[in-house]
């Protein structure tokens, strides 16, 4: 990896300002770092109820890492924000999940990368015990 990337996987991981952190992000996506450190920013970034969960959709989304399917799971999982609660700059639970659907079902990508991922992924979410929301 060289400086930039790391420099890059260092502001979208570090306490900077979610503004900072958010660009580079994209930046990850955009130029299509993926590796285990990398991995592992985007799922923090994924558990995270900020609009930093917004790009770490993106970033899954344009590259379909086999390493973050347990925190997209996690999120499919995630239970809804009340509507007394305030998503006021923050992600909504309830969007970030059909993202994360939308990432799973979405046709394989022009390089063929994601196919087996979702594959994965699918067989995960069938097997899970199903939850009952009133």
């Known amino acids: 990896m060289d400086r930039t990337a790391a420099s890059l996987l260092a502001f ?18 955009e130029l299509k770092l993926d590796d285990a450190r990398t991995g592992a920013v985007v799922a923090e970034a994924l558990a995270s109820d900020t609009v930093l969960q917004e790009y770490a959709l993106r970033y899954v989304e344009k590259l379909r890492p086999a390493a973050v399917l347990p925190a997209v799971l996690a999120l499919l999982d995630a239970a809804p924000i009340p509507p007394s609660v305030s998503v006021r700059g923050a992600c909504s639970s309830t969007t970030g999940r059909r993202r994360s659907r939308r ?18 992924c699918w067989r995960r979410l069938r097997a899970r015990p199903r939850s009952r929301r009133s």
């Open 103 to 120: 990432s799973l079902v979405a046709p394989k990508a022009p390089d063929g990368r994601g196919c087996s991922a979702r594959s994965t």
């Open 12 to 29: 979208a991981a570090g306490p900077e300002n979610l503004e900072r952190r958010a660009a580079a992000m994209l930046m990850l996506a």
